[in-house]
């Protein structure tokens, strides 16, 4: 793994790098996650229609940007 990484650049990162890296390494590809990201648009609030997800989302990100 260590010639990987130093072969890869040697990139460190904060928490939510990390989140995204381990997100698109072990469950979603890179792929999905632009699509998601370009399906959100350049709009600042949005509106859910799951409250409770939402609120689950809200703590999650919260956590990660501590």
């Known amino acids: 793994m260590e ?3 130093k072969r890869s650049g040697e ?3 904060n928490k ?3 989140f995204f ?5 072990d469950h979603l590809s890179p792929g ?4 998601i990201i370009c399906n959100m648009g350049d709009k600042d609030t949005f509106q859910f229609s799951n409250g409770w ?3 689950h989302a809200k703590d999650v990100a919260e ?3 501590k």
């Open 3 to 5: 010639e990987i990484r």
């Open 11 to 13: 990139v460190d990162g």
């Open 16 to 18: 939510l790098e990390c």
């Open 21 to 25: 890296y381990l997100l698109m390494r």
């Open 32 to 35: 999905i996650v632009e699509i």
């Open 53 to 55: 997800l939402a609120e």
């Open 63 to 65: 956590r990660l940007l």
